[in-house]
């Protein structure tokens, strides 16, 4: 039996104003995905317990295979252990998996970003519509910005600093939830909203680069994208005060939520916020903390 097995990590988009761009890879959860090489000649792509036109895995695996002209019959297996509808790039973490494992399997040589531009397609099953953050997040680790859509184009963060990032996760989820997310953006804004949002990237960029935490915690505000979804998670504006007041870095929204995303270094007080957390009235979730998380990973058995 000839197959690849991959893993990918969880991962949060937009990290407050990058909207679209800017996302990082976190080692808390990991999706894994078994592609296994049934046979050559005829293009199928089949999901064991599962419709393979509705999962991101298969999706992204299809159309991967139908643009590189691949005529074969394969069968993926996806292992989920990132929660799903939570804003932690489950969905894009298993299409990642999906692509690197058959990117090894039949040895096609693709790049990074070849390999984020195919499991972006995979979104289309979840949402509706394809966005490359979260995937290039899981396919090349770290920190990462989209930097061209046309083609497409990412790129690796240089970070300085040590920095935690604590995770909040609601115990609840919404159906559909991040395809009604994203019709909630505006898709009109000011001159004034557009020149802060790029002021605040600026600023988180410039932050991460020179490890200067005001900066960071300067750039990590979003007025346009997260104050449009707050009815999704009302509890947001509380745990953002209280994770400030304990010396947090930086706080946002993890992608369409409703988890929170906290960046956290050595003045933190991250078990103070912790009981914070759990006090909080209506709000029922987990607090985790975790580092930074690698690039997919793959291991192929002939």
């Known amino acids: 039996m000839t197959f690849a097995k991959s893993w990918a990590h969880s991962s949060s988009a937009n990290l407050g104003p990058g909207f679209d761009v800017l996302a990082v890879a976190h080692a808390v959860f990991q999706d894994e995905v078994v592609v296994e090489l049934l046979s050559e000649g005829a293009?199928?792509?089949?999901?064991?317990?599962?419709?393979?036109?509705?999962?991101?895995?298969?999706?992204?695996?299809?159309?991967?295979?139908?643009?590189?002209?691949?005529r074969v019959h394969v069968r993926v297996e996806v292992k989920k252990g990132i929660p799903q509808g939570l804003g932690l790039g489950s969905s894009g973490a298993s299409a990642a998996a999906s692509v690197a494992a058959l990117n090894e399997l039949l040895g096609?040589?693709?790049s990074e970003d070849e390999l984020v531009k195919y499991a972006m397609l995979g979104e289309i099953a979840s949402s509706g519509s394809p966005h490359p953050d979260n995937v290039a997040a899981s396919v090349i680790g770290g920190w990462v910005a989209v930097r061209s859509s046309t083609p497409l184009k990412v790129v690796k963060l240089p970070v300085v600093g040590d920095y935690r990032l604590a995770l909040i996760v609601p115990d609840f989820r919404m159906e559909g939830k991040t395809k009604k997310a994203r019709e909630m953006v505006p898709r009109q804004i000011s001159m004034t909203d557009h020149v802060e949002a790029v002021r605040r990237v600026s600023s988180l960029l410039l932050g991460l680069s020179l490890g200067d935490r005001e900066l960071v915690r300067e750039g990590m505000n979003d007025e346009i994208v997260e104050k449009s979804r707050l009815p999704l998670f009302p509890f947001y504006p509380e745990v953002r005060k209280a994770a400030l007041l304990r010396e947090a870095v930086g706080v946002c929204v993890s992608g369409a939520g409703p988890s929170i995303l906290i960046l956290a270094d050595q003045r933190t007080d991250l078990e103070g916020l912790k009981a914070d957390v759990m006090k909080m009235e209506g709000l029922k979730a987990q607090f985790l903390v975790t580092v930074v998380g690698g690039g997919v990973k793959v291991e192929v058995r002939k």
């Open 108 to 110: 096609m040589g693709l």
């Open 43 to 70: 293009l199928k792509v089949e999901l064991k317990d599962g419709d393979p036109k509705t999962n991101t895995a298969t999706y992204a695996a299809m159309k991967m295979l139908e643009d590189l002209g691949h």
